[in-house]
């Protein structure tokens, strides 16, 4: 198998030392770069062993090795302390080598960095495979389909009695036209640890399913992803103890955004401010909620899905006392309704028709402050992921 080194040194004498120790074979590939000239690139590191001369380079090793998650490193100085093999080791560092080490040393741990590289070769294969087939998101670590990935994820967390917390992280409705998933996605993975999953939800929303730890400690990790943020995003908690995955899901995405309604300031739909018994009031303020959230939702995601959905039409009506979202099939019809009986609550009505699985009728009631255009828009991604599967199912 062909071994892909990469060389990186100001110094030329570096190269011929090392070439004169290493034992290659016909097949295997050299790479030779200075520190300024390597970033161009980074993408030839992929699956490489790389050998870092850093010998009067600490800072320039230690920004470098920050940015090669792919690469199997090993870092070469003639006097390593201690402070730098922690602070590089942290960064990604995989072993050191120094002109002292005698011959059985350097080829073992030339070696290990080889078996690595091959391994990430390995690996960086079955993702391609999964990027293919829409599992994982090209380019980041991300998950596309959070349903199958937490199903797994859970059942292993039960079997070995595990703590685990899931995560719900996105952006008002404000602040996501100001920073990009790329922004979100790279802060969250440079900061979880390698069995944590980050999965998509909805555009710019994601789930962090955290393992072996605790709502305090998975506080912490996400107060340090979010002061590496340019914008401000939320997050909500909730254990996973023995939760089913919709259970979970329900109540992660509640504290997610009660998060965001907790900061007054950055609340993007309007409060419902009534004392007494001011009917009219009430129920002008109403109307206002239901056309600056209730039919831009409703919108919004007719508009996203209209005409994407194989073999299922999406349709809406909006009326002074009642919102609905039509989905049909050929088989299968499901209504999602918004309502306000006496415009003191809000509730929201999913019905089926046809379905093969009996789905049960289901009915969440809000205060009408409680009504949020991301929670709301939320609630009907859930509606549709819902409708597919159970298409699915029906014509399997």
């Known amino acids: 198998m062909q071994n892909r080194i990469v060389l990186v040194s100001d110094d030329s004498d570096f190269f011929e030392y090392i070439l004169s120790r290493l034992k290659l074979r016909k097949s295997d590939e050299i790479f030779r770069y200075g520190f300024d000239s390597v970033y161009s690139k980074i993408q030839l590191f992929k699956a490489a062993a790389v050998i870092i001369n850093s010998e009067g380079n600490n800072l320039k090793t230690i920004e470098l090795l920050k940015l090669l998650k792919e690469a199997a490193v090993i870092i070469f100085a003639y006097n390593i302390n201690s402070d730098f093999v922690q602070e590089a080791s942290m960064a990604g560092a995989l072993n050191f080598i120094t002109p002292f080490c005698d011959e059985k040393e350097f080829d073992a741990k030339i070696t290990g960095a080889l078996r690595v590289a091959s391994l990430m070769s390995k690996n960086q294969q079955y993702r391609d495979i999964l990027v293919k087939n829409n599992v994982l998101k090209s380019g980041n ?17 039960k079997a070995e009695a595990l703590n ?40 710019s929303k994601y789930f962090l399913l955290l393992h072996n730890t605790n709502i305090e ?30 259970q979970l899901v329900n109540e ?9 309604n907790c900061d007054v ?38 508009q996203k899905y209209d005409g994407k959905l194989f073999n299922i039409t999406i349709e809406q009506t909006n009326g002074e006392d009642c919102n609905e979202l039509i989905l049909r099939s050929r088989h299968v019809y499901a209504s999602f309704m918004v309502t306000s009986p006496g415009f003191s609550k809000i509730n929201i009505d999913i019905n089926y028709r046809g379905a093969k699985n009996a789905i049960p009728p289901k009915r969440l009631s809000l205060d009408p402050h409680e009504l949020e255009t991301g929670f709301l828009e939320d609630l009907l991604e859930q509606f549709i992921l819902e409708f597919r599967k159970e298409i699915n199912d029906d014509n399997s």
């Open 141 to 157: 670590e991300i998950f596309l389909d959070y349903e199958n990935i937490l199903d797994k994820e859970l059942e292993s967390i």
């Open 265 to 302: 300031s950055e609340r993007n739909s309007a409060e419902i401010s009534v004392t007494g018994d001011n009917f009219k009031l009430f129920r002008q303020e109403f109307k206002k909620k239901i056309e600056k959230i209730v039919i831009p939702a409703f919108y919004h995601i007719q």
């Open 164 to 203: 685990a917390v899931l995560v719900a992280i996105s952006p008002n409705e404000k602040t996501k036209f100001l920073i990009t998933p790329e922004q979100i996605e790279i802060n969250i993975i440079n900061n979880i640890r390698k069995n944590d999953i980050l999965m998509s939800f909805a555009p």
């Open 217 to 246: 400690n998975a506080e912490k990790i996400w107060a340090k992803i979010k002061v590496a943020l340019p914008e401000k995003i939320y997050a909500g908690f909730a254990n996973v103890a023995y939760k089913t995955r919709q």
């Open 252 to 260: 992660v995405l509640n504290k997610l955004h009660e998060a965001i």
